[in-house]
């Protein structure tokens, strides 16, 4: 199987800010990798898709990129909305994985 | 509109059986495969099972393979998950995907406990 490992596990940040969370693959994925959004009570939202095409009406703040193992998720000028748990998941191979999320908290 | 309206969780005693369904509206739901995510209280994300969009090909997840049986009926726009032998650490919200995960159901919770 395939393991997705996020980081950092957890995460604040102020209102205006640009964070970024990394996702790293135990072996190589082809780039088919899904960043999710995921707020409490709520099913998760597809972000990114391909690790760097935006999901149909997805802000741009939200931007994916990276290749091979190592990716990551940038979210800039954070906003209130944005303060959430956000998962990674590979596509490659099954049992498709996630990582174990990062929360963003607001400092 | 795509719609993704699980149902069928509860409580269940461990050693039981649950059919958990999910009813897909506002595309082509034969044209696409499906799958089912759990997620335990408090826990991240996992997958559980996939099938196609003709309903020939099935994977799944090690911790469900041999109790669960994921099928579809295309006439009926309607996914299932048969659970049989539950286990405690089955307890989850359940979702109903859409292929590439770009779609998903509200979730229906499974708690299995005596």
């Known amino acids: 199987d395939i393991q997705m490992t996020q980081s950092p596990s957890s995460l604040s940040a102020s209102v205006g800010d640009r964070v970024t969370i990394t996702c790293r693959a135990s072996?190589?994925?082809?780039?088919?990798l899904i960043w999710f959004q995921q707020k409490p009570g709520k099913a998760p939202k597809s972000l990114i898709y391909?690790?760097?095409s935006l999901q149909s009406g997805v802000p741009s703040k939200f931007s994916g990129s990276g290749s091979g193992t190592d990716f990551t998720l940038t979210i800039s000028s954070l906003q209130p909305e944005d303060f959430a748990t956000y998962y990674c998941?590979?596509?490659?191979?099954?049992?498709?994985?996630f990582g174990q999320g990062t929360k963003l908290e607001i400092k | 509109e795509v719609q993704l309206v699980e149902s069928g969780g509860g409580l269940v005693q461990p050693g039981g059986s649950l059919r958990l369904s999910c009813a897909a509206s506002?595309?082509?739901?034969?044209?696409?495969?499906m799958n089912w995510v759990r997620q335990a209280p408090g826990m991240g994300l996992e997958w559980v099972s996939y099938?196609?969009?003709?309903?020939?090909?099935?994977y799944y997840a090690d911790s469900v393979r041999g109790r669960f049986i994921i099928s579809r009926d295309n006439a009926k726009n309607s996914l299932y998950l048969q659970m049989n032998s539950l286990r405690a650490e089955d307890t989850a919200m359940y979702y109903c995907?859409?292929?590439?995960?770009?779609?998903w159901g509200q979730g229906t919770l499974v708690t299995v406990s005596s």
């Open positions: 391909a690790a760097s």
């Open positions: 995907v859409r292929r590439r995960f770009d779609y």
């Open positions: 998941q590979q596509y490659n191979s099954y049992p498709y994985t």
């Open positions: 099938i196609s969009s003709s309903g020939t090909t099935m």
């Open positions: 506002g595309f082509t739901f034969s044209s696409y495969s």
């Open positions: 072996q190589g994925i082809n780039n088919y």
